[in-house]
């Protein structure tokens, strides 16, 4: 039996380009790219989704893998795989920042721990809007949306050598602004209570200046926000699912339209 080297790139391909987006995707969004979760576990999810697609993909057309249509292919599966992740990271990303604002406001910027999805330190006000976001992202079935969305790309863009197009990957970057719109929007609410509560502190101080402020102020500002955080969670958990919600239907959209 005569095995030539293009039947031998033709199988590679229909493997390694399908890898590359599942790869990418599964390497930068939320749950799965988390820095907790290790490299071998992502590598093996990522061949696992590859193994199933494969069968259920259309047809890939024949091409040279180190050529320049196929290096030119490798880049677009990749592109489009950080496009799916980066757009659900966004969510996650304007609550940390929320959170950051949050806790700088009530004092507690130098309480920090490590981030589990991005594997850095950020404050616990942030970390309790990271969790909160990550349960609502597995209740809502995010995973299982983007994992079915990745599916399906394959056949609303099939691998060939157009890739994405342009007005998608601006669609990308418009979402990006979501980020500052989504903090602003969480800490809003916080950054207007503890500004007048430290109005009034400092009144108070002009009006007795013997009184400790920092000895009264730091508690009051912290417990303060506390309630803030609590008031404004009921509100904040629709803006959170909402948020999820159009984060999936702009993947789904990226995929559809290119």
């Known amino acids: 039996m005569n095995i030539s080297p293009s039947e031998i790139q033709n199988v590679v391909g229909i493997f390694l380009w399908p890898f590359l987006r599942i790869g990418a995707a599964v390497g930068v969004a939320p749950v799965f790219g988390a820095r907790t979760v290790p490299v071998r576990v992502r590598l093996a999810l990522a061949m696992a989704l590859t193994v199933i697609v494969v069968p259920l993909m259309p047809s890939v057309p024949?091409?040279?893998?180190?050529?320049?249509?196929?290096?030119?292919?490798?880049?677009?599966?990749?592109?489009i795989g950080l496009s799916m992740g980066f757009t659900m990271l966004v969510v996650f990303a304007a609550f940390v920042l929320g959170g950051q604002i949050v806790a700088m406001q009530m004092g507690l910027g130098f309480a920090s721990l490590v981030d589990p999805q991005n594997g850095v330190q950020t404050p616990m006000v942030?970390?309790?809007?990271?969790?909160?976001?990550?349960?609502i992202f597995l209740a809502l079935d995010g995973h299982l949306t983007l994992?079915?969305?990745?599916?399906?790309?394959?056949?609303?863009?099939?691998?060939?050598?157009?890739?994405?197009?342009t007005e998608g990957l601006w669609q990308v970057v418009i979402w990006g602004r979501e980020i500052f719109i989504g903090a602003v929007m969480i800490a809003l609410p916080?950054?207007?209570?503890?500004?007048?509560?430290?109005?009034?502190?400092?009144v108070l101080t002009r009006s007795a200046p013997q009184l400790n402020i920092f000895a009264v102020g730091f508690p009051v500002i912290i417990v303060s926000g506390y309630v803030v955080i609590m008031v404004t969670l009921w509100t904040a958990l629709p803006r959170l699912t909402g948020f999820v919600e159009r984060s999936l239907v702009l993947v789904t959209d990226l995929v559809d339209g290119g």
């Open 190 to 202: 916080s950054i207007v209570t503890l500004l007048l509560v430290n109005l009034s502190f400092g």
């Open 62 to 79: 024949a091409m040279d893998i180190l050529g320049a249509q196929g290096l030119q292919v490798a880049g677009q599966q990749i592109l």
């Open 147 to 165: 994992i079915h969305v990745l599916v399906d790309s394959f056949h609303t863009m099939p691998i060939n050598a157009t890739g994405i197009r």
């Open 126 to 135: 942030s970390q309790f809007y990271v969790l909160l976001a990550t349960l």
